[in-house]
């Protein structure tokens, strides 16, 4: 099992970048895949991106790429998401998710309690 609490959320003009951390507590975090989903009011939660528990292979949803980076530091028990170019499309609440590598997020059983990233424009 693994706890995860993330951090980094807040306010950013159009174009700015933020980065989010994800903690994780529990001695296992580098055996599990890891993502980071986004739910805006009113929307259902969507996957962003996702990371191997190697680091080694990442996956982006179509409109973060080029745009958002994953990584991850195994002895720190961290996960990343570099925000870059922000729009205020990406505006939403952003969790870290533990336990799969897939798009949907019935898929995983770990999750944190999400930041708030809002993007003005």
């Known amino acids: 099992q693994v706890q995860l609490v993330e951090s980094g959320g807040g306010l950013v003009q159009a174009g700015g970048s933020l980065r989010l951390a994800c903690a994780a507590a529990?001695?296992?975090?580098?055996?599990?895949?890891m993502a980071w989903f986004r739910q805006a009011p009113g929307k259902e939660r969507e996957f962003v991106a996702a990371i191997d528990w190697s680091g080694r292979t990442t996956y982006y949803t179509d409109s973060v790429k080029d745009r958002f980076i994953i990584s991850r530091d195994n002895a720190k028990n961290t996960l990343y998401l570099q925000m870059n170019s922000l729009k205020p499309e990406d505006t939403a609440n952003y969790y870290c998710?533990?336990?799969?590598?897939?798009?949907?997020?019935?898929?995983?059983?770990?999750w944190g309690q999400g930041t708030q990233v809002t993007v003005s424009s």
């Open positions: 529990g001695r296992t975090f580098s055996s599990y895949n």
């Open positions: 998710a533990a336990g799969s590598i897939a798009t949907e997020d019935a898929r995983y059983p770990y």
